[in-house]
């Protein structure tokens, strides 16, 4: 039986969804592509963004017109300003990928092979010769990319900048960065220039930032709708609009709410039960008082000083 989801990225085979790709305007996004471009793609978390891009992988692959590659650089997080540390787990990170993604045999000892010869250029490095041995245009989608800290997402960000003028032979035909925050939001603290950096000035190829918007409220419904079509349960009238009231279509808590009153709460598990506004309400009790994770994120950002100031 599929479920509401709040964890990680969408499987339509597991999880109740909307058609990812619908999610977004997909002939802009192939219209950037086709123009080479390198752009931006950003939202809060737990909006959807992987699922997207996922999708977006699955589907240019599908084309055959170009080889796309999803990758997670999160793990360079760990470095912190170690550049040289940081960069070798981003390129490790897209090895591993290509590897599994694309059967790309040869990714990981060309990692190897770049590695050794230092990463103050490895990342443009590895990219010129992996796009090099390619036979397609590389269309590279990295996750979690403001999750790097300092001068290690200054390195990154400018190693892509350096390559640029090489695609679409030497370099990615395009890349999508994609984080939480808009790439001109980024103010990067450069302990080695012991300065401020702004995301624009050491990206200023990006084309366009897109912002992956929540659902409306037609998407909210079809979504409910799918656990009424599989299990028979329906949602009251009253109930969905108080779905639609309490989230406003934000992903995370249109599927933290349906989850709470469908497969948490006793009530809302006996299938023969619709879904009431009372149960919904409850629900809303439930999460609150659970502190489930977003949430308590936002009640803590709610007591920052900075955020104080404004209240």
Request: glycine share 6%; proline share 3%.
């Amino acid at each position: 039986m599929r479920f509401f989801t709040t964890e990680g990225p969408v499987r339509a085979e597991d999880h109740y969804c909307l058609a990812p790709l619908r999610r977004w305007d997909l002939a802009e996004v192939l219209g950037l592509i086709e123009q080479k471009k390198y752009f931006l793609l950003h939202a809060p978390r737990q909006t959807g963004k992987t699922t997207c891009l996922l999708a977006l992988m699955e589907y240019l692959n599908r084309e055959n017109r170009y080889r796309a590659l999803y990758v997670n650089i999160e793990s360079a997080q760990a470095a912190r300003e170690d550049v040289t540390l940081g960069m070798t787990a981003v390129v490790n990170s897209i090895a591993n990928s290509a590897r599994w993604r694309l059967q790309d045999a040869d990714a990981e000892g060309l990692a190897r092979e770049v590695l050794q010869q230092g990463m103050l250029t490895g990342l443009e490095s590895y990219l010129t010769q992996w796009c090099a041995r390619s036979s397609q245009p590389i269309v590279l989608l990295l996750d979690e990319v403001d999750a790097l800290i300092g001068d290690t997402l200054i390195s990154l960000l400018r190693q892509l900048r350096a390559g640029y003028v090489q695609r679409p032979q030497h370099f990615p035909h395009t890349v999508v960065l994609c984080g939480v925050r808009d790439l001109r939001d980024y103010r990067i603290h450069s302990s080695a220039q012991r300065a401020v950096i702004t995301g624009g000035s050491a990206f200023n190829i990006k084309a366009k930032s897109l912002r992956l918007g929540d659902f409306d409220q037609t998407e909210v419904m079809t979504l409910l709708g799918e656990h009424s079509a599989e299990t028979g349960q329906a949602f009251t009238a009253q109930a969905l609009a108080r779905v639609w009231e309490l989230t406003q279509g934000q992903p995370w808590l249109v599927n933290a709410l349906a989850y709470e009153a469908c497969f948490d709460m006793p009530a809302g598990r006996d299938r023969a039960r619709p879904i009431d506004i009372e149960l919904i309400d409850q629900a809303k009790e439930n999460l609150i008082q659970n502190r489930v994770t977003h949430l308590d994120q936002l009640a803590d950002k709610l007591r920052e000083e900075r955020v104080r100031r404004v209240i």
